[in-house]
């Protein structure tokens, strides 16, 4: 077997038996759609969505001096982190550039588990064994202990309610617990990647199927549908929340990306790229660099990532991510302008698509917010 040929999660079969249309995904043979892409993010905002996110990078921090390893390769304070609670957070190099953007979950005192991407599980497992030198704790890859499944949506909460013993209402955004879902046991997580409320569940591999099929019995009727990578990606753009590889790379900062709050500089001790980092502040503070924007097309014509953004036949910046929004009619697009062009507003901006300046609004991230 060549070692280029997707993996493949718990729920591959059943994808498949769904009529998925299936893609490669950082090394992941994943569902891109199961129908109508747009049917599927509607379902997600008006009632709910059922994803595989297994290909997700589960990385386990055990030990006495756990939270003060995190505390040195991440940007975060996670000493601070309460059991049963979690954090979003960064990794980044020594240059401040961000290796990857990371959901860190307090399971024990001393037991911690990091959810990198797919795409930078490897790079965040290596940097993550790396900086444990000379801290008594143990990083462990556990990519293969757990199947992740999503349910997303505003009927989640009454649908998983119906196959759990967990307290839900107790369980708030980012904060995670054990229970048993279908019987199963699940971490559950009050997390998400769709701007609506919802739920992910870290269980065994081998309990994804009984899993996934009692939430589609539970969940059918009030009318969830599983949902593919496609629709999480415009969801996850209506909301504002950044992409790796995308919004986040290693030649920015998080100050560059307009989330250096996630920065702690308060926490004690030394952390890998507090030098670069407390440059790029000031830096960002003096003479912001660009600025992370929303765009809503004026015309029908959808910008894509890497298109310039203009303004008086100059460019201004560059699209991150671009898609139509079934939500707002229109498509619409993130991307890094010049601080002088960044205001919501901002009149004469246009995306050159394809040669012809298509105009566009600037608007304040996100696109869209849920009624709470």
């Known amino acids: 077997m060549s070692s280029t040929a997707p993996r493949h999660t718990a729920l591959d079969a059943l994808h498949r038996s769904l009529g998925a249309m299936m893609t490669d995904f950082a090394g992941w043979d994943m569902p891109l759609r199961y129908g109508s892409e747009r ?13 595989d996110l297994s290909h997700m990078g589960e990385i386990t921090v055990t030990g006495p001096e756990a939270a003060a390893l995190l505390n040195h390769a991440l940007v975060g304070n996670i000493a601070t982190v309460g059991v049963g609670r979690a954090r ?3 990794i980044c190099q020594e240059d401040g550039g961000i290796l990857d953007d990371l959901i860190v979950y307090r399971l024990a005192d001393d037991e911690y588990m990091v959810v990198a991407n797919a795409s930078n599980a490897q790079v965040v497992l290596d940097a993550l064994t790396g900086r444990a030198a000379g801290f008594d704790a143990v990083v462990r890859d556990d990519r293969d202990a757990y199947a992740l499944i999503a349910v997303q949506g505003p009927e ?11 307290d839900l209402d107790g369980l708030k955004y980012y904060a995670g617990l054990p229970g048993t879902v279908a019987g199963v046991p699940a971490l559950i997580a009050r997390t998400g990647y769709t701007g609506e409320d919802g739920f992910e569940l870290f269980v065994a591999p081998a309990d994804a199927e009984k899993v996934w099929q009692a939430l589609t019995d539970a969940g059918t009727p009030a009318g969830l549908v599983p949902c593919g990578l496609s629709c999480r990606d415009t969801l996850r753009l209506e909301a504002g929340m950044p992409l790796y590889g995308h919004e986040l790379t290693t030649s920015l900062t998080p100050f560059d990306a307009g989330l250096g709050r996630v920065v702690k500089f308060e ?3 030394d952390f890998v790229g507090r030098e670069a980092l407390t440059e790029a502040a000031e830096r960002a503070a003096s003479e912001p660099p660009r600025v992370l924007v929303g765009l809503i097309a004026e015309g029908r014509r959808v910008p894509r990532a890497g298109f310039p953004v203009v303004s008086d036949g100059k460019v201004i910046g560059e699209v991150t991510s671009g898609a139509p929004s079934p939500t707002l009619g229109k498509p619409i697009a993130m991307a890094y302008v010049d601080a002088a062009h960044a205001a919501p507003g901002t009149a004469g901006v246009g995306v050159d698509i394809r040669g012809s300046h298509e105009p566009y609004e600037v608007v304040a991230l996100p696109f869209y917010k849920r009624q709470k």
């Open 88 to 90: 979003y957070t960064m």
């Open 156 to 166: 989640s909460p009454g649908i998983l309610k119906s196959v759990t013993d967990a």
């Open 267 to 269: 926490k004690e001790g």
């Open 39 to 51: 049917d599927e993010h509607l379902a997600v905002r008006t009632k709910a969505g059922l994803f």
